[in-house]
C-alpha cells in the first residue's frame, strides 16, 4: 500500500519537493563570501639558467629546455606586461612544447600569440599563461616560473602543470 503512494506522488509535488531540496542544498554557498580564485599547483624544480634577456627578440621564439634536457620548451619576449610574466617588463614567458594532449611538438604563431599543435590543432594563448582556446586537449599548458636577476640572466624555477608524459611532477 505505502508503494502506490510513493508511485502516485505527481509531478508537481515531485518538482516542488525537488525545488525546496535544491535551495536547502544551496544555501550555505549564496551565504559565503567570494574567495579569490587559488593559486595554481606549482612543482618546484632546481633553479636552472635558461638564456639572458639580451638573448631574446620581441615575439620570437627562443628554445630552451626545462626542467632537463628531455622537456623542450620556449621562451618569449612579448613586449607588454603580461600575467606571469618575468623581467624588467613583465613581459617574459616560457611555457613547455609538448602538447598536454598526445605529446606532439608545438609551434609558434607570432601573428596572434599562439602555440599550435599539428596533431590536433589544440592552440594555446600564451598572453594568457597558455590558456587553451582551442582543440582536443583538456588542460592548459605548462607554464615555466622564470626569475631575472640583476644581471638579465632568466632562470626557471617550476611548472605551474603537469608535464606531458611525466608522473612525478603530480602534486
Known sequence: MHCRKLVDVGRRQFLRGSLVAGAAAAAPFAAAPA??????????????????????????????SYPDADSPGVLLKLGQRVEGGAGPDGDIVAFSTVCPHKGFGLMYNAGD???????????????????????????????????????????GEGVDELLYGRVSNVV
Open 113 to 155: 600569440r599562439t602555440l599550435n599543435c599539428p596533431g590536433h590543432y589544440s592552440r594555446f594563448d600564451v598572453e594568457k599563461g597558455g590558456q587553451q582556446v582551442w582543440g582536443q586537449a583538456t588542460q592548459n599548458l605548462p607554464q615555466f616560473a622564470l626569475r631575472v636577476d640583476d644581471k638579465g640572466d632568466i632562470y
Open 35 to 64: 574567495r579569490a580564485q587559488p593559486s595554481l599547483a606549482r612543482v618546484e624544480y632546481p633553479s636552472n639558467r635558461l638564456a639572458n634577456v639580451a638573448d631574446l627578440s620581441e615575439n620570437e621564439p627562443f628554445d630552451i
